[in-house]
């Protein structure tokens, strides 16, 4: 790792694993407040267009079989542990590098979907599942780029990854991701934005 992702990742983990953490149990908690009385109204049910109740009641919410944000609660407090454990000075094996790069690339293709799901099918924004959209994202390239420089997927990989993506640079590709997101939900509910200014 280049010395900013040293210096970064162990807390970015944390961070994001104690968020995504409480995002998810809250998720969890409205949930189960709306599969006991369908008439409930989550506390995240803010307008037409930011509402988690009418997301909540898709297949989306349940594409496992089970709620989403059950998934959260396994896999937040893992990269809480690991980022405690890495601020603590321990040393991770290969093979838990690589299966929590497994996890953060599954999370990041269901946070994908879900995102198209919202934008384009639901047509609704959960607030919370936001906020599990913005921890991801950055926990899945920062883990990437901490694998490919120490060499974990294999020396070519290293090369064309970590090597290119400089110390200067790695937030460009950040930036980039959160831009197109804000960009596609600025547009797809550009006509609800506009009406609130009008």
Not at 129 to 156: D, E, H, K
Request: proline fraction near 5%; charge should be positive; charged fraction near 10%.
């Amino acid at each position: 790792m280049t010395h900013p992702e040293r210096r970064l990742l162990p807390w970015l983990l944390l961070v994001a694993g104690v968020v995504g953490t409480l995002a998810a149990f809250v998720l969890t908690v409205e949930k189960i407040a709306l599969l006991t009385d369908s008439s409930y109204v989550p506390s995240c049910s803010l307008n037409p267009v930011l509402g988690c109740g009418s997301v909540m009641r898709t297949d989306e919410a349940d594409v496992f079989g089970f709620p989403n944000p059950l998934l959260g609660l396994v896999g937040f407090p893992v990269l809480a542990a690991t980022g405690a454990a890495l601020l603590a000075g321990a040393r991770l094996s290969r093979w838990y590098w690589l299966a929590l790069q497994g996890g953060v690339t599954l999370g990041l293709g269901l946070v994908g979907w879900l995102v198209f799901e919202s934008l384009y099918r639901i047509n609704a924004l959960c607030p919370y599942c936001m906020v599990v959209w913005v921890v991801v994202i950055p926990v899945f390239w920062y883990v990437t780029l901490a694998n490919a420089a120490a060499g974990r997927f294999g020396a070519g990989v290293r090369h064309h990854l970590a090597v290119r993506v400089s110390a200067r640079h790695h937030g460009v590709v950040l930036t980039a991701i959160y831009s197109v997101v804000v960009v596609l939900v600025g547009h797809r509910f550009w006509d609800y934005w506009s009406s609130l200014v009008g």
